[in-house]
């Protein structure tokens, strides 16, 4: 994508000069960029570049942690936020396609402007340390033995981690206990603590305790293997049709002047695409993946239609 160095934004009367210079451009205060999800997951894929964020828009950027209901609590601060650019939402997009859906939340996706996408993750499920299952058909196998006997942690209420749960499920004609909690970190530390016996979630956030925690990964989503986890199954290769991946990106509040966010997506995107930025996601188990703000958009809209099927075929309302 190119990027110009120059741009005059107007928002609200107020102008928001971009000179050509880094550290020249929202002129009036610090950006606040919202993570619908408990500290220490979604986060990770944007603290390595909130300095780059800060020199390019010529302003602070803060991210806050705002958790509940799978992050719709967050999305709808955002949807309801001055559409000035200085508020902003990063989210998987389930957050926007799923959540309200099943929660009855007062907003579609069609409430948010896309700003730009930066990463794109398959969803991992592994067992917890001691399980009386090694693999995935072991799993099935006492799922189908025992209905809810099994029980899976994700990150929330209608989060991708929980639909991709119910979806590998249904595929597999098993019935599987849900527990969900505010973000993929404390369902973790339910995995660890033995709570439940699997959790759904990025593999950014599990694979890292797998050899310390024991933690037993099982299979990931998504038509093929990542290349940064070329050794763990998907679960279309042992014959169940789920190939849900989640993106994560930036939205704004609707009514933001095109030009804002074209000048927040231009910042975004020329931050990260630097080599040390997709080098460093992939020693995270993640992927990067640049869409500005029209192809986000349209991938939004297929995901959102895509989403709308499953969640009456699975009877999630």
């Known amino acids: 994508m190119p990027i110009s160095r120059r741009h005059a934004l107007i928002a609200g009367g107020t102008l928001l000069a971009a000179a050509p210079a880094r550290g020249q451009g929202f002129s009036s205060h610090a950006i606040r960029v919202i993570v619908p999800y408990a500290a220490g997951g979604t986060d990770q894929y944007i603290r390595p570049l909130?300095?780059?964020?800060?020199?390019r828009l010529g302003q602070p950027v803060v991210i806050d942690s705002v958790v509940g209901g799978g992050g719709g609590v967050g999305a709808n601060r955002v949807r309801t936020s001055t559409p000035d650019g200085y508020t902003l939402l990063f989210a998987g997009t389930a957050a926007l396609t799923v959540v309200p859906r099943i929660q009855g939340l007062?907003?579609?996706?069609?409430d948010f402007a896309p700003v730009c996408n930066l990463?794109?993750?398959?969803?991992?499920?592994?067992?917890?340390?001691?399980?009386?299952?090694?693999?995935?058909?072991?799993?099935?196998?006492?799922?189908?033995?025992?209905?809810?006997?099994?029980?899976?942690g994700s990150p929330g209420i209608g989060s991708s981690p929980?639909?991709?749960?119910?979806?590998?499920?249904?595929?597999?004609g098993v019935k599987l206990l849900h527990v969900p909690y505010s973000g993929i970190a404390p369902a973790m530390a339910a995995?660890?603590?033995?709570?439940?016996?699997?959790?759904?979630?990025?593999?950014?956030?599990?694979?890292?305790?797998?050899?310390?925690?024991g933690v037993v990964p099982l299979a990931q989503t998504g038509a093929t293997r990542i290349a940064a986890l070329p050794d763990l199954t998907t679960l279309r290769e042992v014959g169940l049709d789920v190939d849900l991946v989640t993106r994560f990106g930036f939205f704004a509040p609707p009514?933001?002047?095109?030009?804002v966010v074209d000048r927040l997506g231009r910042a975004f995107l020329d931050a990260a695409a630097a080599p040390d930025y997709a080098a460093t996601m992939r020693r995270a188990f993640n992927e990067v993946l640049l869409l500005d703000a029209a192809q986000f958009g349209e991938a939004l809209a297929v995901e959102d239609r895509a989403s709308a099927r499953l969640i009456e075929e699975l009877g999630l309302r």
């Open 106 to 110: 007062p907003y579609t996706a069609a």
């Open 162 to 172: 929980h639909l991709a749960g119910e979806v590998m499920a249904r595929a597999a």
């Open 255 to 259: 009514g933001t002047p095109a030009a």
């Open 50 to 55: 909130q300095q780059a964020f800060a020199e």
């Open 119 to 152: 990463v794109s993750i398959p969803i991992m499920v592994a067992a917890r340390r001691g399980a009386p299952f090694r693999t995935l058909g072991e799993m099935l196998a006492q799922a189908r033995s025992r209905p809810e006997s099994v029980t899976f």
């Open 191 to 213: 995995l660890l603590a033995g709570d439940v016996d699997l959790v759904v979630g990025a593999p950014g956030i599990i694979m890292p305790v797998v050899e310390s925690q």
